[in-house]
């Protein structure tokens, strides 16, 4: 029969390090600046308390964090009575801190490219841009391009009417989604991230596809948090 106290630390070791270094800053009070964080790990639990051992910097040490089940404030004041309860308790708690922390609990990692749906927007992207350089050049390669000339004589007058309209406005157009954007990336996706703990390099491609796409990576954001 298996040890439940080790399955819990082993699991908990391995895979919460993030929940673990939350309980050490919010119930233990570290500055998360000083907290050592590949040194966080459980030493012991039971049915009565879990110990954290973890180093600090300045001044340098190694310190120990007790903490009482039923002493532990979380936001569903959960009780433990049994090994079978540590588990909904050390959930509450990773939430608790986190929230405390202005964080989620869960950290955002994946970095998600664009779908069939929003994929268009990066050669809708290219066209824009020469337009707005040089709109001879796109109408010259259409002209010496047979396959594409026939291809512009089946489209609706709609679609053609729309294409002149971009491409005497398509400086104007690139400046409207960029601040539009923009205006997503700082107060939408950039809190977003930052409050689900994505590392620099998750932050950056998001960034540059928002500015792309808009809000199709918002979408894809809330989806997979």
Same mark, same amino acid.
């Given at each position: ?23 050490? &800053?919010? %119930? ?5 600046? %000083? ?5 966080? =790990?459980?030493?012991? &639990? ?70 069939? /749906? ?27 391009? =047979? ?36 205006? =997503? ?15 620099? /390099? ?11 796409? /808009? ?11």
């Amino acid at each position: 029969m298996s040890n439940p106290s080790a399955s819990i630390i082993s699991h908990m070791n391995k895979d919460h390090q993030l929940a673990l270094r939350d309980y050490v &800053v919010v %119930y233990g009070s570290v500055d998360p600046r %000083y907290l050592v964080a590949d040194s966080v =790990e459980i030493k012991e &639990v039971d049915t009565e308390k879990i110990v954290i051992a973890y180093d600090v910097i300045n001044p340098t040490s190694s310190k120990t964090l007790t903490l009482k089940w039923n002493e532990t404030k979380e936001d569903k004041n959960l009780r433990v009575k049994s090994y079978a309860d540590i588990k909904g308790k050390l959930v509450s708690m990773a939430r608790y801190s986190a929230g405390k922390q202005g964080y989620s609990e869960k950290k955002f990692t994946k970095i998600i490219g664009p779908d069939a /749906g929003s994929f268009p927007m990066y050669p809708i992207w290219a066209i824009l841009l020469l337009n707005a350089y040089d709109p001879a050049i796109l109408r010259s390669f259409a002209n010496n391009t =047979e396959l594409i000339k026939k291809g512009i004589e089946y489209l609706p007058t709609v679609a053609s009417t729309i294409y002149s309209w971009t491409e005497l406005n398509a400086s104007k157009v690139c400046i409207g989604l960029f601040v539009a954007h923009l205006g =997503e990336i700082l107060f939408v996706s950039r809190p977003f991230l930052k409050k689900h703990r994505a590392p620099f /390099g998750t932050r950056l491609a998001y960034y540059f596809m928002n500015l792309f796409e /808009g809000f199709p990576v918002l979408l894809r954001l809330k989806k997979n948090a």
